[in-house]
């Protein structure tokens, strides 16, 4: 089994340390759950790179002053760590014998891929996971946040699915990443449409024509909607589309490192599914996903 989804700092921290000593703490704890490969990838906007790069993108859009203003404070606090620092970091703790990949989760910026790929082709990145968080300024997961979660009270549900669903195709088709994460992401909140399937189709036929990987993620059993990412509907799709699978937590601490990795398990042998998809210097390696731990 894998964890291919791990951050080094909690969201409640602005401030961030670089330690081989931790990384090999998620490695220990990994390890008792019979997961034997990690993939750190902190959120690419917590760096100021990606700020320097592409500016305060949310002054742009068209959503609420309330909501654009709440999206540049959160950048404010999170964008503060430098981009090769990090990477140095997860390069050492590879080098040290540890078993990690060096990773990233990039957020989708919409018409500015190109330059965000061509940001990241600069270091030695072994995976590149794909998220949508945000619709315009709006951030659709942070649900513990007023201004933000009160959003979903005056927008159709029908209609976030639907912005949600074209972020996540057009994610999946630049290329820029190797896998998508928590891909049913949207239905964080618990407002889900009453038939989402056809939802689901489209991420299944966007995700198998580009030929990306999908993460299962037992985030969501943690989140307000007490389900796993993705839906059993929207992985079983992916399976019959030929989408190839990792498996992770989003452990943002080491007491949630490869949390419930053995039901992850259960949840895609159930589904059919008997390998994995691992990653080394971008080239994805399929591997069996191994006995029960």
């Known amino acids: 089994m894998l964890d291919y989804h791990l951050h080094l700092w909690p969201h409640e921290r602005a401030d961030t340390w670089l330690s081989v000593d931790q990384v090999a703490a998620y490695c220990d704890a990994a390890a008792a ?4 490969q990690l993939a750190l990838t902190e959120h690419l906007h917590r760096f100021r790179e990606i700020t320097d790069l592409l500016g305060p993108f949310w002054e742009h859009e068209d959503d609420p002053p309330a909501v654009r203003q709440r999206m540049g404070e959160y950048f404010e606090h999170h964008a503060r760590s430098d981009l090769d620092s990090y990477v140095e970091l997860c390069v050492e703790a590879k080098s040290q014998g540890l078993p990690v990949v060096v990773g990233l989760e990039v957020d989708y910026y919409r018409g500015q891929m190109d330059r965000v790929a061509d940001l990241l082709a600069q270091y ?9 968080h945000w619709i315009g300024a709006w951030q659709l997961d942070w649900y513990d946040d007023t201004v933000m979660a009160a959003q979903w009270d005056v927008r159709e549900v029908d209609r976030c699915w639907d912005d949600y669903t074209e972020r996540l195709c057009e994610l999946a088709a630049t290329g820029a990443v190797d896998v998508l994460a ?17 939802w689901w189709d489209r991420m299944a036929e966007a995700a198998g024509t580009a030929g ?3 993460e299962v993620s037992s985030a969501g059993w943690f989140k307000p909607v007490g389900e796993q990412y993705p839906a059993l509907g929207l992985l079983e799709r992916f399976a019959a589309k030929g989408v190839t699978f990792t498996t992770a937590s989003d452990a943002h601490r080491v007491e949630r490192v490869a949390a419930r990795s053995a ?4 949840l895609l042998v159930g589904a059919g599914v008997d390998s994995l ?4 210097a971008r080239r994805r390696v399929v591997v069996p996903i191994g006995p029960s731990p």
Do not use: C, M, N, Q
């Not at 759950?33 to 034997?36: D, E, I, K, Q, R």
């Not at 030695?124 to 949508?132: A, E, Q, R, T």
């Not at 998809?277 to 080394?280: K, L, S």
């Open 277 to 280: 998809a691992t990653y080394a």
């Open 124 to 132: 030695p990145f072994d995976v590149l996971i794909g998220s949508v």
């Open 182 to 198: 928590h891909p049913d992401l949207v239905k964080v909140y618990g407002r889900v449409p009453d038939a989402p399937e056809e």
């Open 263 to 266: 039901d992850l398990r259960e």
């Open 212 to 214: 990306i990987s999908a």
């Open 33 to 36: 759950h019979g997961v034997t």
